[in-house]
């Protein structure tokens, strides 16, 4: 089944074979001894235990090679899955903390999107995202040095630890980037309550919801989503990973779908949680019962959802 993917972190695809094979390259000096080792650290209790290692793995990206590299090897992934369409985030702030220059990451990035295109059939765009728990004044000057870059991305999100860091913090930075015509989105309801979903619509003004589950919660919020079709980036395999919810089969998924509102499945980290694209469908339709009605929903939902042009919105749905 054709299919967009809305909500991947393209660091979160850097499987542990590349992160060895970078470190060696680059001669970065990484805390496990192999690549065996390094997978069996992959056992986390809540998102944060998570972002400590996803961290610590996208140290070993420095030149725009790697960053090339790790786009290319996720999009020649996603193209066997039948992703036909990808809206790529990258966390340009763990990057340029490190010394990194924008330039680096955003044309390594690029350049991979491009080739996507013309050897794969697969059309990739990048969303970049601001990282919620460092300032809002640190996400302003992020912005500032990725202007030279405009023409290579077509958006900004919102990403990283949620609780205490809710969406209105980054009021001015979305405000400004919604002056320069950029799309919004933000991660919102993953761990955090529904008030960030609610802010993130009516302070930030986002065109999307990444997750967004904990959104159930809230009868007036689930009308709203509904009413105003805002698509949910929903992630499975991550949610069950990071223990939002304790088994698959009490995942959410059925019910957004059922109450009306466009959620769509996504992989987020792939390399972290165990599964691309058509792990998350297949594993989320066996544990939740999903039906051949709710397949054909969440592929067009995710077109519906993309911001690609109305003629290949058109083409797949
Ligand atoms: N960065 C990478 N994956 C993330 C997630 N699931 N939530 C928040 N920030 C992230
Ligand atoms: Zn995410």
């Known amino acids: 089944m054709p299919k967009a993917e809305l909500h991947i972190h393209i660091e979160g695809s850097l499987e542990p074979e590349l992160i060895f094979a970078m470190a060696a390259r680059n001669g970065v000096a990484i805390a496990y001894s192999s690549v065996e ?8 209790s809540n ?108 958006g900004v999100g919102l990403d990283s630890s949620e609780v205490g860091h809710p969406p209105e913090k980054f009021a001015r930075v979305f405000e400004k980037c919604r002056g320069l015509g950029l799309h919004l989105v933000a991660h919102a309801g993953e761990e955090g309550p529904p008030a960030y979903v609610w802010t993130a619509l009516d302070v930030l003004k986002v065109e999307r919801i990444d997750h967004g589950v904990q959104s159930t919660k809230d009868p ?69 019962g999903l039906t051949a009605a709710h397949a054909y929903q969440l592929a067009k939902n995710s077109f519906d959802a993309s911001f690609t042009d109305a003629a290949t919105k058109r083409r797949y749905t």
């Open 37 to 44: 080792e390094l997978r069996q650290a992959y056992a986390f």
């Open 220 to 288: 007036a919020l689930m009308k709203r989503l509904a009413q105003d079709r805002i698509a949910l980036t929903v992630c499975p395999l991550s949610n069950l990973k990071l223990c939002v919810f304790p088994q698959l089969a009490d995942h959410n998924i059925r019910e957004l779908l059922d109450a009306g509102l466009a959620a769509t499945i996504n992989s987020d980290d792939p390399a972290y949680f165990g599964g691309y694209m058509n792990e998350n469908f297949t594993q989320t339709f066996a544990a939740t």
């Open 47 to 154: 998102l944060q235990s998570f972002l400590d290692i996803y961290y610590a793995g996208a140290s070993v990206l420095l030149h725009e090679q790697d960053f090339h590299d790790m786009a290319w090897a996720y999009l020649e992934r996603a193209a066997a899955d039948n992703v036909v369409h990808a809206e790529i985030f990258f966390d340009p702030q763990t990057h340029t903390a490190r010394g990194v220059d924008m330039g680096v990451v955003i044309n390594g990035l690029h350049r991979a999107c491009v080739e996507a295109k013309a050897r794969l059939g697969v059309d990739a765009s990048l969303i970049l995202c601001f990282l919620r728990h460092l300032s809002e004044d640190d996400a302003l000057e992020t912005l500032q040095q990725a202007l030279p870059y405009r023409d290579k991305f077509i």
